[in-house]
């Protein structure tokens, strides 16, 4: 079994920065790709940024692209999510998940575990 516990998230003023962690519990950290997802109010969950467990590369939504920055860190089992020049519309309730199957198509797949989310509001 595999527990994720976001962490990191607040309220910042526009063009401004936060660093989501998620704690990963359980064996067999790095068989699971990881990623983030987040649930604007009033809309459905959306991919925001993924990095395969094969090679460590990183996959990002068009919406963040070259502000975010997804990592991780085998050694002490957390995957941080950085986030720069922040906008009001990047206001959401962030996700942790991981999947040991997922290789592509990550907006799509039915991921296997998932954090309880934290909330990041930005204002202007």
């Known amino acids: 079994q595999v527990q994720l516990v976001e962490s990191g998230g607040g309220s910042v003023q526009v063009g401004g920065s936060l660093r989501l962690s998620c704690a990963v519990s359980?064996?067999?950290?790095?068989?699971?790709?990881m990623g983030w997802f987040r649930q604007p109010p009033g809309k459905e969950r959306e991919f925001v940024a993924a990095?395969?467990?094969?090679?460590?590369?990183?996959h990002y939504a068009d919406s963040v692209k070259g502000r975010f920055a997804i990592s991780r860190d085998k050694a002490k089992n957390t995957v941080d999510l950085q986030m720069n020049s922040l906008k009001p519309e990047d206001t959401a309730v962030y996700y942790c998940?991981?999947?040991?199957?997922?290789?592509?198509?990550?907006?799509?797949?039915?991921?296997?575990?998932w954090g309880q989310g934290t909330q990041v509001s930005v204002s202007s």
């Open positions: 359980g064996r067999n950290f790095n068989r699971y790709t």
């Open positions: 998940a991981g999947d040991p199957w997922v290789s592509s198509e990550y907006g799509k797949h039915h991921w296997d575990y």
């Open positions: 990095m395969n467990k094969n090679d460590d590369s990183t």
